[in-house]
């Protein structure tokens, strides 16, 4: 007999923890340094568009077919076909967070120091050049703070999806949401700010290019969780009763607003630090934790801002991680038959196994690279750039040929009006791939100096 599957008590529930899996260091830090190499606001049309249509096609799929079967990735595939493509898009979907939140809490653990020494006030200390690669390559320092974010993700998992993710999404994201507005506004008030926020919002058609739209779809897949297992994980938590199109939708408009946040949050106070200087906002990764620091330290409120905005930072990639280690979780505990707790405590032995691989790979592993890559670049290029889009893909076919469209959209009108079906279905059908493909071949022809992104 099968046990009872765990499940949200409603749509707040589910959409605070959808929402909450999307929102996360993606949407933070990613989305601005793009925006701003890519175009700014004619980058933010782009990813606003396709995030409607594109990314709306994705996440319906993955909930409804989560919700339909009652089953994590791999037993969601099974469940709609026995054939072998089905059976390697199931376990892909479900080894892409397994891969992912190792190192994921490798850089979670990074923004623990980070928040800590700025309530400690080292405001000054970690805006120098040389305080990031300092810290990262401290191999027993960057471990005892990954460990600490490993340890608060399985803390939450351990207390199951009502009373641990529910609950905790519940309680983080209307924060989350609220100090985001308030560094926004804050950020806004710095002189200069306003070139920053017109470069952001304005689009400008002499700045759009090929990769603006690769770069934009990229991220949008990136943010949203789509290929994670995620959404068919949560999906399966859903009750029947509850609207799909209107979670999803909603699932959609906080992620945007955070990204936009976000946005309004860096752009404009680098800009302002910079004064104009583009080039400081495309620091890429460096952004948060080098370029931000600088910012932070030349501000007469700048123990307060940090504060604020890596509290705000911990928040998302807490989310995120959580999310990530329940998709793992789900998956052992269907096809292994584990317990949850058994489970927990398995995905934890994976997590410090891969994660300290990645946290030591820029102290004592620095020697060790894998196609030129440090470990944590490695499985983020591995997952991101290949696994996901395939993942993808295999979900897209799945929903073509085995669930088929008319049996997908019956389950969604049983509770839903489905306004954008036309939209749905001319994405799934005639866009969706492609576009996977233009990410996969992007991706990989960038790794391998091809193309330059």
Same mark, same amino acid.
């Given at each position: 007999? %099968?046990?009872?599957? @765990? !499940? #949200? ?5 589910? +959409? ?7 929102? =996360? $260091? ?102 120098? %050049?040389?305080?990031? @690669? !300092? #810290? ?5 320092? +960057? ?7 490993? =340890? $608060? ?301």
């Amino acid at each position: 007999m %099968d046990k009872k599957r @765990s !499940s #949200f008590s409603g749509r707040i529930g589910f +959409v605070l923890a959808a929402a909450g899996s999307a929102v =996360g $260091l993606g949407n933070i830090w990613r989305f601005p340094y793009l925006a701003a190499k890519y175009g700014g606001g004619m980058f933010l049309l782009v990813y606003l568009i396709l995030v409607a249509t594109f990314g709306y096609t994705m996440i319906m799929s993955e909930t409804t077919i989560g919700r339909m079967s009652k089953k994590s990735p791999v037993g969601a595939f099974r469940f709609f076909s026995n054939a072998k493509w089905s059976k390697f898009g199931g376990w892909i979907n479900a080894i892409v967070p397994m891969l992912i939140v190792p190192y994921y809490s490798v850089i979670g653990g990074w923004v623990c120091k980070y928040l800590f020494e700025y309530i400690k006030g080292n405001v000054q200390g970690v805006a120098t %050049d040389t305080y990031f @690669s !300092s #810290f990262i390559s401290n191999g027993s320092s +960057v471990e005892l703070w990954f460990l600490l974010f490993m =340890g $608060l993700t399985i803390f939450v998992i351990l207390m199951g999806v009502e009373n641990g993710i529910e609950k905790v999404s519940k309680m983080m994201m209307p924060i989350l949401i609220v100090l985001a507005f308030i560094i926004a506004g804050y950020s806004l008030t710095r002189p200069g700010a306003m070139m920053g926020v017109k470069y952001f919002l304005v689009p400008d058609f002499k700045n759009f290019s090929w990769m603006t739209v690769v770069t934009a779809l990229g991220q949008m897949f990136y943010s949203l969780s789509v290929a994670m297992g995620i959404l068919i994980t949560f999906g399966s938590y859903m009750k029947k009763e509850i609207d799909i199109e209107k979670s999803t939708s909603q699932v959609e408009i906080f992620d945007t607003l955070i990204a936009i946040l976000a946005g309004l949050m860096i752009i404009p106070a680098v800009f302002a630090f910079s004064n104009g200087d583009q080039s400081a906002l495309q620091a890429g990764p460096s952004l948060m934790f080098i370029t931000l620091p600088k910012v932070f330290a030349s501000m007469g409120f700048g123990q307060g801002a940090g504060i604020l905005f890596f509290l705000l930072v911990l928040l998302a990639a807490l989310t995120s991680s959580i999310a990530l280690a329940e998709s793992a979780v789900s998956t052992i505990e269907d096809e292994l038959s584990f317990s949850r707790t058994k489970s927990s405590l398995l995905v934890a032995g994976i997590m410090v196994l891969l994660g300290s691989l990645s946290s030591l790979g820029f102290g004592p592993l620095s020697s060790v690279t894998l196609l030129g890559m440090d470990f944590l670049d490695f499985f983020d290029f591995i997952t991101n750039s290949i696994m996901m889009p395939i993942g993808a893909i295999c979900t897209c076919v799945l929903v073509l040929k085995a669930v088929t469209i008319p049996r997908l959209t019956k389950e969604i009108k049983s509770t839903s009006a489905f306004k954008r079906e036309k939209i749905y279905v001319f994405v799934l059908k005639y866009l969706a791939i492609p576009f996977i493909l233009v990410i996969l071949f992007s991706s990989v022809f960038n790794v391998l100096g091809i193309i330059s992104m």
